[in-house]
Structure formats: C-alpha cells, structure tokens
C-alpha cells in the first residue's frame, strides 16, 4: 500500500547537521513511523519513531540531537540530525508500520567523517 523513498543522505563533518526525508506514494496518516540505521558489522537499531498519534521515541544516542516529525499531508516523515559524531555514519532506513504491515525504504547513506 506503501512505497517509502529516503533522501537527504550524504557526507557531513563532524558537530553538523543533516536532514533526512522519507516520502511514501500512498497515505502514511494510519501509519507509525520510524528511523532505523545500521552501521558495518552492527545491527540494525532504532534512531526515532513517531506514532500515528504523534508520540515521539528515541534511541539512547539520539536523544538530544534527533528530532521526528511527520507531515500526514504531504505524505512524509523527516529526522533532523544535529551535532553529528561519527559513530553515526550509517545506512538510515524508513519504517512504516500498522497492524501486520511493514514497509521499508531502499536506504540512504549518512557519513559523518573529516
């Protein structure tokens, strides 16, 4: 029903800021939400999630750097990263879920290096 394309990726220093996108070709208002990543040799973690409500949750590294948002009407949900480290170059994933549901977007590539 769902079809989630990433965009936003890319090189940042160290201390910047990035914004990652993630649009749906189809009606996300049902839908929670997330962000995941995963990094070479780790598993894939959560980053943020907002539920259809509008209740937001982090990961422990993402809190206080992080924030989700979702825009029902334009079919989007962004993550805006601040104060970047490099422990956060990762592949950041899109999550669309209800019910039995679950979409997942192709991926976009964040690195955080000198």
């Known amino acids: 029903q769902v079809h989630l394309v990433e965009s936003g990726g890319g090189l940042v220093q160290p201390g910047g800021s990035l914004k990652l996108s993630c649009f749906s070709f189809?009606?996300?208002?049902?839908?929670?939400l997330g962000w995941y990543r995963q990094a070479p040799d780790k598993q894939r973690e959560l980053v943020a999630r907002i539920t259809r409500r509008g209740d937001k949750a982090y990961g422990n590294s993402a809190k206080g750097r992080f924030t989700i948002s979702r825009d029902n009407s334009k079919n989007t949900v962004t993550l805006q990263m601040d104060s970047l480290r490099s422990d956060d170059t990762a592949i950041y994933y899109c999550?669309?879920?209800?019910?039995?549901?679950?979409?997942w977007g192709q991926g976009t590539q964040v690195t955080v290096s000198q």
């Open positions: 189809g009606t996300i208002t049902d839908y929670n």
């Open positions: 999550n669309a879920q209800l019910w039995n549901e679950d979409y």
